[in-house]
């Protein structure tokens, strides 16, 4: 590849376009760090790209240098220049403190603040007022001030500085996935994937010390429409659990990232498990269940936010800047209403997802050794443990309300995500994880393979068995 110093050097210029990767206001997609496929080919693997930044050209707006794959990267530190004055100061109507709690309307309203300006990353639809900078020590710590050349720069998330801080054959670029809020990190030309919307199916996250498109699942998912749904993540300190502090001292700039973006992810899927057991809280009721499963579901519900708040700690650790939830979209949550629905839901959301949930946690607990990271992982099988098992129950009872044919269909649905799942686990591409990452809870995918095809042969398919009192392997 192209080491970082050979990708261009041209000095800060002033120009205007939104900066790649930084949070944008007007739409559109920021470039992304790594190394892209073709533009509109969903990828879910293949040969990396053999030159991190083929034909590299400094942008005189964003201060960064791109790449004809689709990369950008940040090789200096700049000043961010802009043609659009701030509105003037003193004319600011919203309320509050103007760090992020002031409400908004638009930019006039943030005017009390140094090139204050008005975004929706308040969350929950609310539109608030944020500083803007002009450098880097306008920001906080692990922050940079990402240029646009036409309004002043954004404080953005930052796992490194600039080029220099990733070492060789790395480049701090600018990404942005599920797995954390718009932010530069380092990145390699082993990066299999840019985005999201390379990904055929699930998002592109950093495993295996590159990114790739990954569709496993933590927890109990929130399915809509077959697919999992989870909130995007934003920056925001309110999702922490306060008593986890993992101890980073011994990891670098890239192993760093791997583990933010890792515990990220998993944030995000223990928050949108919330979802799903409020969702099947009401289902329960809609069904006339009884008040035992009622009671277990209202304590998964709680489980979960613990989950959410533990990783989300982590995550923010790891780091170096708090993260949480955005909105999570409910539309359409509530369509299936049948007991048999709900019944299918629960085999795949509660009966696989819940008891591989369960294994991943104590496997990484049994190799993990920073205390915080095992205090997570320790809560979060005993947890799923449970939800497992409230997953089973509800299956137990649900089947005693059905009649032979939903039974039978049941039986067939349960036969058929077991061979999914199985087919999915035997076929995924085959790596390890540095042993490192595996001390701070994140294991490589041999071991996830192990486990998820332990948990669908050992556990899931005897206990669907004896529930249905059928072979489920013969079911379909």
Not at 46 to 68: F, R
Not at 311 to 331: K, M, T
Not at 389 to 408: D, G
Not at 413 to 423: G, P, R
Request: charged share 20%.
């Amino acid at each position: 590849m192209t080491a970082s110093n050979e990708d261009g050097g041209a000095s800060a210029q002033a120009g205007a376009s939104n900066v790649a990767g930084a949070p944008t206001q007007n739409g559109g997609a920021p470039a992304q760090g790594g190394a892209a496929p073709q533009a509109g080919a969903p990828t879910q693997g293949g040969a990396p790209p053999q030159t991190a930044c083929p034909n590299p050209v400094y942008d005189s707006a964003k201060k960064l240098i791109t790449c004809s794959n689709g990369r950008a990267h940040r090789k200096d530190v700049a000043v961010c220049t802009f043609t659009t004055p701030p509105p003037a100061a003193g004319g600011a109507s919203g309320a509050g403190g103007g760090d992020g709690t002031t409400i908004c309307q638009s930019n006039a309203d943030c005017s009390a603040l140094p090139y204050g300006y008005c975004s929706g990353d308040g969350g929950f639809s609310l539109s608030t007022c944020h500083p803007g900078c002009t450098s880097d020590s306008e920001c906080g710590t692990g922050m940079i001030c990402a240029c646009d050349g036409v309004t002043p720069g954004r404080c953005t998330n930052a796992g490194c500085t600039i080029d220099a801080d990733c070492g060789a054959n790395s480049l701090c670029a600018p990404v942005s996935t599920t797995c954390g809020p718009n932010a530069f990190q380092c990145t390699t030309n082993l990066d299999e994937c840019i985005s999201n919307e390379d990904c055929m199916y699930g998002s592109c996250v950093v495993q295996d010390g590159h990114r790739k498109c990954d569709n496993a699942v933590c927890g109990r998912p929130f399915l809509v429409a077959d697919a999992p749904r989870v909130a995007e993540i934003e920056t925001r300190g309110d999702w922490l659990d306060a008593t986890l502090s993992p101890d980073v001292r011994a990891l670098s700039p890239i192993q760093r990232a791997q583990l933010a973006a890792h515990w990220a992810r998993l944030g995000q899927l223990e928050h949108a498990s919330i979802a799903a057991f409020a969702r099947f809280n009401l289902q329960l009721l809609s069904l006339g269940a009884p008040s035992d499963l009622i009671d277990a579901c209202n304590r998964a519900l709680s489980d979960e936010t613990a989950h959410a708040r533990m990783c989300f700690a982590l995550a923010s650790a790891y780091g170096a800047a708090p993260v949480g939830p955005a909105r999570l979209d409910i539309e359409r949550c509530f369509e299936e209403t049948s007991l048999t629905a709900i019944a299918k839901l629960v085999l795949r959301e509660g009966c696989l997802g819940e008891t591989v949930a369960s294994l991943e946690a104590v496997a990484a607990a049994e190799v993990a050794t920073d205390p915080a990271v095992v205090q997570a992982l320790a809560r979060i099988a005993r947890d799923e443990l449970c939800h497992a098992e409230l997953a089973f129950k509800f299956l137990r009872w649900a089947l005693t309300q059905s009649s032979p044919e939903a039974r039978h269909e049941l039986a067939c649905e349960a036969a058929q995500q077991l061979a999914d799942f199985e087919s999915d686990a035997r076929h995924g591409e085959r790596t390890r994880t540095d042993d490192r990452l595996a001390m701070h809870g994140l294991l490589g995918s041999d071991a996830l393979r192990a486990i998820h095809l332990a948990a669908a042969r050992d556990v899931a398919r005897p206990l669907l068995a004896a529930l249905f009192d059928i072979e489920v392997s013969g079911a379909a």
